[in-house]
């Protein structure tokens, strides 16, 4: 997501939480549109309380890709006060910056499962946004609880569990593209993930 459309939700954050009532019309269409996944829709819908839900569908949306922000304002059909109130904010801002693509990895790598050592390097470098890779992975809620529950002590080793069970859960899906994808998909640049597997070319297997 572009940093103006992170700032405009950050700004507007508690006026949004009071006015939207997500599950309806908003949360389906962004699982339709694959902006969310089934797990953070469950996560959401698990809230107690409209606001509380909208809240976290906020906190959500800005690691949700390129495509999270135009489809949020495709959702608010149903508040078309509130898209022209976000829309107006941002032409007040000016144009955001320019989104670059990420760098085309061979095939031959996209194709196939990223190794423990990759993961172990990649698990080092999430920092605290591990669990919304996970999320975006398609592990659930629980899986994420699990892993941080059995490595309370090192969020790294909590991260590294979760990848290696999404890559045994997987299968065949479980490749480096869908890692570099997910990677773009929660805000994190791929170019973490190629650094990754360029110096991994370099070391005895």
Known sequence: ????????????????????????????????????????????????????KALR?????????????PVFLRALDDFSWVRDRLLEELREAGPGPEVTEPQRLPEAVLRR?????ELSRLAARLGARWEELLLELGLSTADVFRCRADHALSSQAAALAGLIRWRRSGGRNATVQRLQESLQ????????LEDILTSDLLLPA
């Open 185 to 192: 998909a929660v805000d994190l640049h791929p170019s973490v």
């Open 113 to 117: 499962a990223p190794s423990d050592r």
């Open 57 to 69: 569908l906020l906190d959500l949306l800005p690691g949700r890709g390129p495509r999270a922000f």
């Open 1 to 52: 997501m572009d940093r103006a459309h992170r700032a405009v939700l950050r700004r507007f954050r508690l006026e949004l939480s009071g006015q939207l009532l997500v599950s309806d019309s908003i949360v389906p269409l962004l699982f339709q549109e694959e902006v969310l996944t089934e797990a953070q829709v469950e996560d959401i819908e698990s809230r107690s309380t409209e606001r509380q």
